[in-house]
Nanobody, 123 residues
């Protein structure tokens, strides 16, 4: 069973920093694209940052220059470093990954989501 578990959310003052982590566990063969999304009540889940298996990155315009996505493939872990946080960054943050995994002697590919971690920025 493959799982994604996020950590690192919390309450921070505007201008502060947080680092989110997402650890993938299970019978993992490889992890392809990874991303961080965020969602506020009543709104859709939006992409914040993404990173490919080749370490190409992509960011939402609202976080460019403030957030950095990275990955440690050896640990099946990826991160979102968030600096200069603003009140509007308040949301539940979710990690997402396309994972190839073993089931018996077969390989499958599936898109997984973490459970979400709350980030609250006080003004």
């Amino acid at each position: 069973q493959v799982r994604l578990v996020e950590s690192g959310g919390g309450l921070v003052q505007a201008g502060g920093s947080l680092r989110l982590s997402c650890v993938a566990s299970g019978s993992i063969f490889s992890i392809n694209n990874m991303g961080w999304y965020r969602q506020t009540p009543g709104k859709q889940r939006d992409l914040v940052a993404a990173i490919t298996s080749g370490d190409r990155t992509n960011y939402a315009d609202s976080v460019k220059g403030r957030f950095t996505i990275s990955r440690d493939s050896a640990k099946n872990t990826f991160y979102l470093q968030m600096n200069s946080l603003k009140f509007d960054d308040t949301a539940v943050y979710y990690c997402n990954a396309e994972i190839r995994y073993y089931s018996g002697s077969w390989l499958y590919t599936h898109d997984y989501w973490g459970q979400g971690t709350q980030v609250t920025v006080s003004s």
